[in-house]
Structures are given as structure tokens and as C-alpha cells.
């Protein structure tokens, strides 16, 4: 036990970096004594000392035996510093749904500043990864090309920009580049890469050189999300191949079936058409995971002889808008090795064969969206994916007993009528449940105790009726729902305060009651509009700093304006009073409709500080004065409605207010001049004004289109910082100071 114990604090220590664990040789001859070597200690100081550290990560670069410095590595003989693992150690944030705490973290994280030239006096150096930092657009540093024992190179998601230096060819050890993800950068050539045996991608435009033929050992190539046009030659050592979002058009280049060892092959998001025959692919007889997806419907189709074995053994297999079907072919139904398989938008139709179904025994995700009606059933499959073919009919009574491994149903956009079965609620590994746009009627099933796991439930745009389960309340893991566009009537129950809400949408249906005040504090989305709400907009709301989106258009909601929304669309509700000064700090706005309520006095001067505004619409309301001058500062602004108000004066000029050419824009102002209208104001010429063409600017807004209420969300980051300054005068600075230095 106590042997144990110390090898617990041993392991314990050595994670902390309070005792450095080194590798040894095989004679043993390792000298743990040996430190760094100055000259290269102070190249690695004068390094920290152009870079912004917000976080700290060089903190402990302090020392005299730099090789006990963080993500610093020397070698254990020789003391010279090999390795600089500079990465940042949160990932880059992909997707722009990216929680805003993560984001922050994110960037509290990156190093920033100058890249110093001292590290060529690290002649050792073998490793450099910079990957997922901030380097503000500058250019990939020419005197990299210096480091001539480099072997691995990582500077992607870096924000690198400018023209990639050709000095990195003289990299003659370098076995891996990764330089994707730094949108802003390009190659004129590619020709100095003809030495290097790895490569990831990035922007490179036009052709692949011709030098490509000279790398026969090149065994991986990346070169997705760029601008890559032609055949890439003959790599014969080639094992993985990445060509994934490029401009590639037209037929699949012969060579790339001549790649007899290659083992992923990824063709998707390019514009491919034409037909493949299994000429093409003969020779592929490594291939275990290939993409293939084209932009264009069913342009790519697959023509080879209905009983054809291919030489391959799949176990990825994506193919979207390819035509394949309408028969399932027989060179698919040999893949008996597939653990993923995505075919949508291929003109299948037919049963699928159970003989196949019994041998898939590794299939555990199947996506066959947009097909024609295919009855199936896999019991191993974990999630399956149906949306958008022709099933009807009723969901399977018993579906938890055909697939009880499902952790994701989506049998969206069908035609399936009837209830949800009860079954659904005994699939216990069940996270993901679609069935949004369908026929289903009846109520919410009433156990929803069962199915804990759940996180995303949408059930919308179907005829389901009743109240909302208080059931519900059990998923404490449940982060979205989306039950809008039914007929459910009632009150939101309070037990849903029991889940982990970030976006909740019930947008469409009869419910009634207060809002309510129990809205958890990290929600973003809050979507009720077409309801029967009433009352007023809580307070307690303005302690929802992560909001991004509130939509309680079409409601009955009455009183002022809080001043601690700008994100929202309160339109067709009693809203009365002002529209607050302090909505113009929210700098982040995208949105803003106030249309239809019973607002009074001034349109805020500072309107125009909302630069980020695209839409607009005050109108049918009682507002009075004139039309700031700061609206022409709104250099974003696409849509403008300020019709049937009170106002007066002369319409504002400049900017992108001279695009909104439409008069309809100020109908129903009798007061307000200007070239648009009929009244001119003092001063004007009173020839005919010009004639514009129309832009609509009729409130056009149903609210139920998914993609609007995805726009919302990127609005930007702007939203965080003018909605904590619109609070502060709500709830009093004493109180938010204390808030916010909680929260720092």
C-alpha cells in the first residue's frame, strides 16, 4: 500500500511539473543534470518578450534551465532545445454558435505580437507548433525557413496572413507542414514544396505544380477549403488524400484511381459532374473511408454494372447528391465493414435487403436522408438519420425494441402521422430526438422521466395538441426544444426551470400566462412570439448576460420597454412609453422591430452607433420629432420601415439611406420632406425627383423561417458589452460592479 500511495504522488508531482519526467536511452547513459544552453535561453527570452501573454502560459519562463520551462523540450544529453509546443491549449472555434464563455476563454488564451528572429538561434529545434493563436494577420515569418532540422511545422488557426514565404522550401527535413485555416493567406507557387513528404492545407490558388510528381513519398496531402483546380499526378505512396472544398468541377480525374494505396480519399463540397465507372475505382483496393459530395443535385452519377464487387472494404462512406439509386446496388450491399454510412439525395428507393441489414453487425451511424421510402430496420445502429423522404404512415409502436441503441432519431420532414409512440421514451440512450415537420397529432407523450438522457427534442411543425408536459421537467441534460408551429394551449410549466435551456422555441402555438421568471441564466435563445403571452417583460431577465435572441413578437404583452433588450422583435404586442437610450449601446445589434405597439416620443439620436444594424422597423407606431441624422451612419442597414408614425422634418441623406430608395419607407409621415416624397422641404427644387425602383420594405416577417432565426445568432459580439451597460442602469451600478467583479 504504501509503494502505491507513492506512486500516486510520484505520478501526481510529475503532472504538476514539479518533477519532469525524461525519457531514456537504451544504454542508460541519460545525464538528468544537463541544462539548457544559455545563448538558446536567451533566444527564447527575447521570443516571450515580443509576444502579449494574457494568460500566462510563459509564466513560468523565468528560471536559469529553460528545459524546465513550460512547453519548452530539450534534449537530455545535449541540453539544446528541440521542441516549442506553443499551441493553444483551448481548440479554435469552429463554429459560430461557439458559447461565448468558451470564446472568451479562447481568446484569453492566444499569444499575440511580434514572432522574434532569435529563434534561429535555436539550431536544434526540430518541433514548432503555434497552432490555434492570434497573430493578428501577420506574415508567416520568412526566417522560419532558417531552421533547417525543423521536421514538424503547425502554424494553422494561427491568423497568419499574406503571401506563404518560399524560404519554408529550404525545410529539407520537414516531413509536416499544417498551415490551414489562416483564411487570408496564399501561394503564387507551390513549387518549393517539391522536398517535403507531408503537407495540410490552406489557401493555394490555381493549379498543383507539376513538382508534385517528385514527392513519391509523400503518404498524406490536405489541401481542403482552397481553390485547387486540376489532377494532382501520380503520388504512388500516397495513403491519404484531402481535396475537400475546392472549386473542382467536372468529371473525377482518372489518376486519382490509381492510387493504389490509398486508404481515405475525401472529394466533398466541390462541383463534380459527369459519370464513375468502376474503371475509376479498380484500383482503390486500400480505400476504407471516401467522401464523395457535389453541388450540384445529382450532377455525379454512378454508373457501373448493376452486380459489380468492388475491390474495396469500406468503413466510411459519405455520397450526397449522387445519383445511385433508384435500386440499393449490389457493390454497396457487399460493404459488410461500414461503421458510418451517409447516402443522401441519391435517388434511392428501394427495401433495402435484409440479408445486408443482418451483416452490417458494425454499422452504428446511418444517414439516408432525402431518398425515397426505405423501410428498415438495424438493431445495432446508434443514430439514424431519415429526413426528408416519403415514410408515412405511423412511428413503430415498438421502435425501442427494433433499434434500442439510438441515441439519435431524425425522421424529420416525412409524412408520418399519428402519435409519438411511448416507446420512444424507453430508448435509454437516447440524446437527439427530430421529428419536426411531419403529421403527428394527439399530445406529448407524459413520460418523459424515462428518457433523461435526453439533450435536443424538436418537434415542430406537426398538429400535436395539449399541454406541455410538467414531465419535461425530468431532462435535466435538455438544452433545446423546439416544439413551435403545433397547437399546444397552456402555461409553460415551471418544472422546465429543472433543465439546462441555451435555446428554447415555442414560437406558433396558443400558450398563455405570464412570461416566465424562471428563464435559466445561460440561455441565448428565447423564441415565444405567435403565443397568447401577456403582462410585461420580467426584470429578472436582465440577468441573462449570454442572450442573443428574444422574439416575443404577435403577443399581448403590454408596459415599457426594460432598457436591457437589443436583440429582439417585439412586434404586434401593446408595448407603450419610449424606446430607451441606452438600446443604442448595444453595438452588436443585427435586429430591431418594434412595429405595431403603442410606442411614443423620439426615435434616440444615437441611433446610428448601431452600426452593425441590418433591419429596422418602427413602424405603425405614435413616434414624433425627426429622423436623426445619425441613421445615415448605419452604413449595414439592408431593410427600413419607419412608416405610419408621427414623424417630421427632412429625411436624413448619406450613406446607405441613399440604396432605401422606396417612399414607402416614410408612408403615413405627413409631416416628413424630402426627395421621396411628395412634400419637398424649404429650400428644394420642386422638379419631379427622380423615379426608383422599389425595394420592399412591407413587413414581410412570418418568424418561422429557420435560417432567419439562425442570422440572428451571428450577429456578433458586440451584444455582450452594450447589454451589461443597458442593465447597469436598470438594476444600479453598486449592484452590477459587485456582478461583474464576481464574475472577473
Not at 8 to 31: A, H, P, W
Request: contains cysteine; negative net charge; proline residues 5%.
Amino acid at each position: 500500500m504504501t509503494t502505491l500511495n507513492l506512486t500516486v504522488v510520484f505520478l501526481l508531482l510529475s503532472s504538476l511539473g514539479i518533477i519532469k519526467l525524461t525519457s531514456c536511452t537504451e544504454d542508460n547513459q541519460t545525464n538528468v543534470n544537463v541544462k539548457c544552453i544559455h545563448t538558446e535561453r536567451e533566444a527564447l527570452l527575447s521570443f516571450k518578450r515580443g509576444l502579449t501573454d494574457p494568460s500566462g502560459r510563459l509564466s513560468s519562463w523565468i528560471g536559469e534551465d529553460c528545459c524546465q520551462w513550460r512547453s519548452v523540450e530539450c534534449n537530455n544529453q545535449s541540453g539544446h532545445v528541440t521542441k516549442l509546443h506553443l499551441q493553444n491549449p483551448y481548440p479554435y472555434p469552429f463554429y459560430y454558435s461557439y458559447p461565448d464563455t468558451e470564446w472568451t476563454t479562447y481568446q484569453k488564451s492566444c499569444l499575440r505580437g511580434k514572432i522574434s528572429s532569435s529563434l534561429t538561434h535555436l539550431k536544434y529545434l526540430n518541433y514548432l507548433d503555434l497552432s490555434s493563436n492570434d497573430f493578428e494577420g501577420i506574415q508567416v515569418p520568412e526566417f522560419f525557413g532558417n531552421l533547417k532540422n525543423l521536421r514538424h511545422l503547425n502554424v494553422s488557426f494561427a491568423n497568419f496572413s499574406g503571401e506563404i514565404p518560399p524560404h519554408l522550401g529550404n525545410l529539407s527535413s520537414l516531413i509536416h507542414l499544417d498551415l490551414h485555416g489562416n483564411n487570408d493567406m496564399h501561394a503564387k507557387n507551390l513549387g518549393w514544396l517539391s522536398s517535403l513528404s507531408s503537407l495540410n492545407s490552406n489557401s493555394f490558388q490555381g493549379s498543383i505544380p507539376y513538382d508534385f510528381v517528385n514527392l513519391r513519398n509523400l503518404e498524406h496531402l490536405a489541401l481542403s477549403v482552397n481553390h485547387i483546380t486540376a489532377s494532382i499526378g501520380n503520388l504512388s505512396s500516397l495513403q491519404e488524400l484531402h481535396l475537400s472544398g475546392n472549386k473542382m468541377n467536372g468529371t473525377i480525374p482518372e489518376s486519382f484511381g490509381q492510387l493504389s494505396k490509398l486508404v481515405s480519399l475525401y472529394l466533398d463540397e466541390n462541383s463534380w459532374e459527369g459519370v464513375i465507372t468502376e474503371a475509376q475505382l479498380m484500383n482503390l483496393t486500400s480505400l476504407e473511408y471516401f467522401t464523395l459530395t457535389t453541388n450540384k443535385n445529382q450532377s455525379l452519377v454512378f454508373n457501373v454494372t448493376y452486380n459489380w464487387v468492388p475491390p474495396f472494404r469500406l468503413k466510411y462512406l459519405e455520397l450526397d447528391k449522387c445519383l445511385i439509386g433508384p435500386k440499393f446496388p449490389i457493390w454497396l450491399q457487399v460493404q459488410s465493414e461500414l461503421i458510418d454510412l451517409v447516402i443522401t439525395n441519391a435517388g434511392i428507393s428501394d427495401v433495402i435487403p435484409e440479408e445486408w441489414v443482418s451483416k452490417a453487425s458494425e454499422l452504428t451511424s446511418l444517414d439516408l436522408s432525402f431518398n425515397g421510402p426505405i423501410p428498415l430496420s438495424f438493431t445495432n445502429v446508434a443514430e439514424l438519420y431519415l429526413q426528408g423522404n416519403f415514410f408515412s404512415g405511423p412511428i413503430p409502436s415498438n421502435i425501442s425494441d427494433l433499434m434500442p441503441e439510438l441515441n439519435t432519431l431524425d425522421l424529420s420532414e416525412n409524412h408520418l402521422n399519428g402519435t409519438i409512440p411511448l416507446s420512444i421514451m424507453k430508448l435509454n440512450n437516447l440524446e437527439g430526438l427530430f421529428l419536426r415537420s411531419n403529421q403527428l397529432s394527439g399530445e406529448l407523450p407524459h413520460h418523459w422521466n424515462e428518457s433523461q438522457t435526453l439533450q435536443v427534442v424538436d418537434i415542430s411543425y406537426n398538429n400535436l395538441s395539449g399541454k406541455i408536459p410538467s414531465s419535461m421537467g425530468f431532462l435535466s441534460s435538455l438544452y433545446v426544444l423546439v416544439l413551435s408551429n403545433n397547437n399546444l394551449h397552456g402555461e409553460i410549466p415551471s418544472s422546465l426551470q429543472n433543465c439546462s435551456f441555451e435555446s428554447i422555441d415555442l414560437g406558433g402555438n396558443h400558450l398563455s400566462g405570464n412570461l416566465p421568471l424562471w428563464i435559466q441564466s445561460d440561455i441565448s435563445i428565447i423564441r415565444l412570439r405567435s403565443n397568447l403571452f401577456s403582462g410585461i417583460i420580467p426584470r429578472q431577465w436582465c440577468n441573462l448576460q449570454f442572450l442573443h435572441i428574444l422574439d416575443l413578437a404577435q403577443n399581448n404583452i403590454f408596459g415599457g420597454i426594460p432598457q436591457l433588450f437589443g436583440q429582439f422583435d417585439c412586434f404586434g404586442n401593446n408595448l407603450t412609453g419610449g424606446i430607451p437610450d441606452e438600446l443604442t449601446s448595444l453595438r452588436g445589434l443585427g435586429t430591431l422591430n418594434l412595429s405595431m405597439n403603442h410606442l411614443t416620443g423620439n426615435i434616440p439620436k444615437n441611433i446610428g452607433n448601431l452600426r452593425w444594424l441590418e433591419t429596422l422597423d418602427l413602424s405603425k407606431n405614435s413616434l414624433f420629432g425627426p429622423i436623426p441624422e445619425s441613421m445615415s451612419s448605419l452604413t449595414s442597414l439592408a431593410n427600413l420601415n419607419l412608416s405610419f408614425n408621427n414623424l417630421s422634418g427632412r429625411i436624413p441623406h448619406g450613406n446607405q439611406l441613399q440604396t432605401l430608395n422606396d417612399a414607402s419607407i416614410y408612408k403615413g409621415n405627413p409631416s416628413l420632406c424630402g426627395s421621396l416624397l411628395p412634400t419637398k422641404c424649404p429650400g428644394d427644387e420642386t422638379s419631379d425627383g427622380p423615379t426608383f425602383t422599389s425595394g420592399s420594405v412591407e413587413d414581410k416577417q412570418d418568424g418561422d423561417d429557420t435560417e432567419r432565426l439562425w442570422f440572428y445568432v451571428c450577429i456578433g459580439l458586440g451584444f455582450g458589452v452594450g447589454f451589461w451597460s443597458v442593465c447597469w442602469h436598470l438594476i444600479g451600478e453598486e449592484v452590477m460592479e459587485a456582478l461583474a467583479f464576481s464574475i472577473l
